[in-house]
């Protein structure tokens, strides 16, 4: 457990402090375990010192009252910084997936001097601009709106969790539903309260960054599925065009998320790119 400005959040630390620091930001809803430990140990293993965490409502950092979350989408950008500072590091690499993706992106838009790169997986534009983009799938949209769930009963719980996984993954791919049930479980019998993960869908977005992407002023590499049913393929292409100098690795037939059969491609990936701390 680390105080991250004030806030409890849960983390854990893979790798040598003296290489460059990746500080892995997952998207919201997500806990820490949505980054797969043996990615981790992988990136580790390629001279990098790697930090993950749970966010506010999942895991095991601080909870509050499923319906009354108390703090905004903000808060989490801040929480990133926070956990840097707990960990005494000046600046770091950051690699955010979906949701996470947006964060870091506001990261590096409001507090600039903490961020070295940007790896953005799955992810979309975080503040407005640029042509209109298209929307999810039909599939998705139509589980979005049908989706029953008892919160209260791990296995209703469980099944909605995996389902949702399964429709990420993007229909392309053979989907290996035990490990993800496995992970699912992991993860709703850790949670302080596993309900609680719906405030971050209630959450307000706080102060909003006046920076345009165009003002991101460090490398910047945008990983994305071709298949992926949340953010079609044009929101990574968006962003690879409007943040300056950012290159795009498109994922053949991957959906949203990292899948453990890119997980070799995205780690290769990520070390190359966090070879050098250098500006623009």
């Known amino acids: 457990m680390i105080d991250a400005h004030g806030v409890s959040l849960y983390t854990e630390s893979f790798g040598d402090r003296a290489d460059p620091p990746v500080l892995l930001v997952m ?20 001279g990098r010192f790697v930090i993950r965490y749970d966010h506010r409502d999942t895991g095991r950092s601080v909870t509050y009252e499923p319906g009354r979350p108390g703090y905004t989408g903000a808060d989490l950008v801040r929480d990133a910084v926070g956990v840097l500072d707990a960990y005494g590091i000046e600046a770091a690499h950051l690699v ?30 975080a503040v407005p601009g640029g042509p209109e983009l298209p929307p999810p799938s039909e599939e998705f949209m139509r589980f979005v709106s049908s989706a029953q769930v008892d919160w209260k009963e791990k296995a ?34 850790r949670a302080r309260d596993f309900a ?30 071709t298949a992926d049913p949340l953010f079609p393929l044009a929101h990574g292409e968006a962003l690879a065009e409007e943040i300056p100098g950012a290159r795009l690795l498109a994922l053949e037939d991957a959906g949203h998320g990292v899948d453990r059969a890119d997980r070799e491609t995205i780690v290769s990936a990520v070390i190359a790119h966090t070879a050098t701390g250098e500006r623009r």
Do not use: K
């Open 156 to 189: 209703s719980v469980v099944d909605h969790q995996v389902a949702y996984a399964r429709l990420l993954a993007g229909g392309r791919r053979p989907f290996d539903e035990a490990a993800v049930r496995d992970l699912v479980r992991r993860d709703v019998e």
């Open 27 to 46: 998207g919201t809803g997500a806990s820490m375990l949505w980054w797969d430990e043996e990615f981790c140990r992988m990136l580790a293993e390629g």
């Open 196 to 225: 609680a993960v719906r405030n971050h869908d209630l959450l307000a977005e706080g102060e909003p960054s006046r920076r345009p992407l165009s003002s991101i002023a460090v490398p910047t590499l945008v990983v994305h599925g």
């Open 96 to 125: 955010g997936v979906s949701a996470g993706g947006a964060l870091v992106q506001l990261a590096a838009l409001d507090h600039a001097p903490r961020v070295l790169s940007l790896v953005l997986i799955s992810t979309s534009r």
